[in-house]
């Protein structure tokens, strides 16, 4: 299973872990299929760890990720 690559710091990697736990307890998918949704969503890396994704919630991103950006 592939993680996400464009993780470029540890905490950028746990951060990514979080949404995919949140994702598996929110959608009863596998980690894989979760795994796969981060990669598909994010296409450019977490240039440091002041991104501005972290000022949103594992829940936020889990629902953004799932269902699309358009839905929040």
């Known amino acids: 299973m ?4 464009l993780a470029t710091t ?3 990697q746990e951060f990514c872990e979080c949404i995919v736990i949140e994702m598996i307890q929110l959608f009863n998918i596998s980690e894989e ?3 796969g949704r981060v990669n598909d969503f994010w296409k450019s890396p977490f240039d440091e760890e002041y991104d501005m ?3 949103k ?3 936020f991103w ?3 990720i799932y269902f699309g950006p358009e839905t929040n």
Do not use: D, V
């Open 10 to 12: 540890k905490e950028a």
């Open 33 to 35: 299929e979760a795994w």
């Open 2 to 5: 592939e993680k996400f690559s």
């Open 62 to 64: 889990a629902n953004t």
């Open 57 to 59: 919630t594992y829940g």
């Open 53 to 55: 994704s972290y000022h």
